[in-house]
T-cell receptor, first 113, second 112 residues
Framework: DSGVTQTPKHLITATGQRVTLRCSPR?????VYWYQQSLDQGLQFLIQ???????AKGNILERFSAQQFPDLHSELNLSSLELGDSALYFC????????????FGPGTRLTVL | EDQVTQSPEALRLQEGESSSLNCSYT??????LFWYRQDPGKGPEFLFT???AGEEKEKERLKATLTKKESFLHITAPKPEDSATYLC?????????????FGPGTSLSVIP
């Protein structure tokens, strides 16, 4: 158990819908990272937050957005969902910045029908 | 282009047969290289961080090494429980100080 929690574990929804994925980092960790993993794309870095502020952006679509709240939990919002958005979404946390060890959560499996 | 590649894509070993996995990267100004292990349907599990060329780290049957353009994960006398996908990632580089790029992974199967 990494100490990172993600909810829900599974999500099934329809095209065009909007969903919110939630992540609680390990106690004491200030950074949260979001990743998307699909069979054909591997693990893709989406975005990083550090202590409530956006720190780095990766391959995140404009239909996706994220935020980190004062209690350091984070939410990833996915809107206007398409079939291709079906994937495993992982959250990771670390003490500080990019050179610190990242601990990954169990993931949320999103299926868009 | 900043890129991370891994080889081989898949590797099948007999129990006890040592081998190495390769991770090559083209980023400059690397701040850290990471190795993770991932079991199917689960989140990646951290193994090692390497910061500079020449650095080595060991943990049980695994040893990671780093040069200026690649890293190796050596597996000595593997056991079936070492079967997993091994991912390498680079973090923080000249074109993007805080980004992370993961390689596609090597799927390792260890046969009893």
């Amino acid at each position: 158990d990494s100490g990172v929690t993600q909810t829900p574990k599974h999500l099934i929804t329809a095209t065009g819908q909007r969903v919110t994925l939630r992540c609680s980092p390990r106690s004491g960790d200030l950074s949260v990272y979001w990743y998307q993993q699909s069979l054909d794309q591997g693990l893709q870095f989406l975005i990083q937050y550090y202590n409530g502020e956006e720190r780095a952006k990766g391959n995140i679509l404009e239909r996706f957005s994220a935020q980190q709240f004062p209690d350091l939990h984070s939410e990833l919002n996915l809107s206007s969902l398409e079939l291709g958005d079906s994937a495993l979404y992982f959250c990771a946390s670390s003490r500080g910045g990019i050179t610190d060890t990242q601990y990954f959560g169990p993931g949320t499996r999103l299926t868009v029908l | 282009e900043d890129q991370v590649t891994q080889s081989p894509e898949a590797l099948r070993l007999q129990e006890g047969e040592s081998s190495s996995l390769n991770c090559s990267y083209t980023v400059s100004g690397l701040r850290g290289l990471f190795w993770y292990r991932q079991d199917p349907g689960k989140g990646p599990e951290f193994l090692f961080t390497l910061y500079s060329a020449g650095e080595e780290k060991e943990k049980e049957r695994l040893k990671a090494t780093l040069t200026k353009k690649e890293s190796f994960l050596h597996i000595t006398a593997p056991k079936p429980e070492d079967s997993a996908t091994y991912l390498c990632a680079v973090g923080g580089f000249k074109t993007s100080y805080d980004k992370v790029i993961f390689g596609p992974g090597t799927s390792l199967s260890v046969i009893p």
